[in-house]
């Protein structure tokens, strides 16, 4: 069975840091594209930073230069370095990848999310 599980959330003040991981695991062939989304109260899920297949990195607008997305040795994991945390990123932050789990068949697989509360 396939599973993405984060670690990491918590509560900061205004302008601290935290760090957000994600590990995949299973019977996974390959990963294509892994990466963080975040979804606030009221709010869709957007996308915060992700690893594309080509193993170029996305960000958000409203996170670069805050926050970096980086990979473990092993490919099958990814981190979330926040720096400069403001309230507005308060949210419930969701690790996802695209895997070849079966030949020819990429799918996506969620995380169950880590809450991300930051005070003013």
Known sequence: QVQLV???????QDG?????SCVAS????????MGWYRQ??????????????GGNTNYADSVKDRFTISRGNAKNTVYLQMHSLKP????????NAILLVRPNVFSPYWGQGTQVTVSS
């Open 6 to 12: 984060e670690s990491g959330g918590g509560l900061v």
């Open 16 to 20: 601290g840091s935290l760090r957000l």
């Open 26 to 33: 299973g019977s996974i062939f390959s990963i294509n594209e």
């Open 40 to 53: 606030a109260p009221g709010k869709q899920r957007e996308m915060v930073a992700t690893f594309t297949s």
């Open 88 to 95: 507005e990123d308060t949210a419930v932050y969701y690790c």
